[in-house]
């Protein structure tokens, strides 16, 4: 591992005032602190946010708070996640173990590493990595690695089960920049697509620090969460899909769906969302929006037994939620 320096401040101020380029804030490190030792990614100074206040979750006009550095286990016991945000509080718990949970934060979960292994491996040439040194992954081996939204420069799956289900429930990022100014971003404009710069991952310039999320009231009460795995647990999603839905006389009247194990970012398809709603459930429409989900797939080698499972998630997740 590199030398570095670590702050603890005590406010945001101080935490963005002494941040320069080089420069990571770490919540849990859950993450960081593994890329650090691979000396994946080496920052100069660490800044320490735990002490800035960010651990708190409240009920707000329109929707709930989470501070940028709620655990995840305690986000995921939380009495009002678990009633009216269920979905999230299922995908906190379908990810990492235990130990992890409670150490991980909800700004570091956002914005964890993708785990392709060639990312972190120093030896290995990968675009996201070092810029313009090529992609180890497109022609090596593949299995946790994206089919929507790639490009020729890389194919890194995004890792998150928590990113899923709040892209689903239309979270929104709350960042505040060094002069003290604060803005919200909907998390689908947060992450970018890796087209030609898979380096740069969110739209969070540097100095930029995250404080919270914001999740409006969700649009639907029926809410579930299905992750398939090699393993039981402490396993990334091969495939995962979130719902957030609506039922009225028999009828799907809102359907928000966002998907794991699949994209470069927390994936949605409006295309889905738009098919469903007004029908009532059958095998067919959910084999229609299984169709749709994976139209545009990039199915390398490697990768091609991601579409009939996820094709088979999405049916039994609709059908869970519409019984
Ligand atoms: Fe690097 Fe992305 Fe290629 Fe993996 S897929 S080696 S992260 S450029």
């Excluded at 101080?14 to 650090?36: K, P, S, V, W």
């Excluded at 996640?81 to 979960?109: E, F, Y």
């Excluded at 409006?270 to 709603?277: F, Q, S």
């Excluded at 990039?298 to 037994?305: A, I, T, V, W």
Aim: charged residues 25%; hydrophobic residues 40%; contains cysteine.
């Amino acid at each position: 591992m590199r030398p570095f320096d670590y702050h603890r401040p005590e406010t945001s101020n101080d935490a963005l005032n002494l941040a320069d380029e080089e420069a990571a804030f770490i919540g849990g490190g859950t993450n960081l602190l593994d890329l650090m030792k691979l000396e994946v990614m080496t920052p100069d100074q660490l800044v320490d946010i735990n002490r800035l206040g960010l651990d708190q979750i409240d009920e707000v006009s329109g929707g709930i708070r989470i501070g940028a550095t709620v655990r995840n286990s305690d986000l995921a016991d939380d009495a009002r996640i678990r009633r009216n945000w269920s979905v999230l509080s299922r995908a906190l718990l379908a990810g990492a173990s235990p130990q992890l949970r409670n150490r991980a934060t909800t700004a570091g979960n956002l914005l964890q590493r993708t785990r392709c292994p060639y990312f972190q491996d120093i030896d290995a040439p990968c675009n996201k990595r070092v810029p313009g040194s090529g992609c180890a992954a497109i022609g090596g081996e593949l299995r946790n690695h994206a089919v929507l939204g790639t490009s020729d420069h890389c194919i890194a799956l995004h890792p998150s089960d928590m990113a899923v289900a709040m892209r689903a429930l239309d979270a929104e990022v709350i960042v505040r920049d060094a002069g003290g100014g604060t803005r919200t971003t909907a998390l689908v404009e947060f992450y970018r697509l890796p087209g030609d710069t898979p380096h740069i991952e969110t739209t969070l310039t540097p100095g930029e620090l995250i404080t919270g999320v914001h999740l409006p009231v969700p649009a639907g009460d029926r809410q579930v969460y299905r992750k398939v795995r090699d393993r039981a647990s402490y396993a990334f999603a091969l495939v995962s899909t979130a719902a957030v839905l609506r039922m009225e006389n028999g009828k799907i009247v809102s359907a928000s769906l966002a998907f794991g194990g699949l994209g470069t970012m927390p994936w949605r398809n409006e295309e889905i969302e738009a098919l469903l709603t007004g029908e009532a459930p059958s095998n067919a429409l959910f084999d229609k929006a299984g169709e749709v989900l994976m139209k545009e797939a990039e199915l390398r080698e490697g990768l091609e037994f991601k579409k009939p499972l996820a094709q088979r998630v999405l049916k039994a997740v609709l059908t869970e939620a519409t019984q």
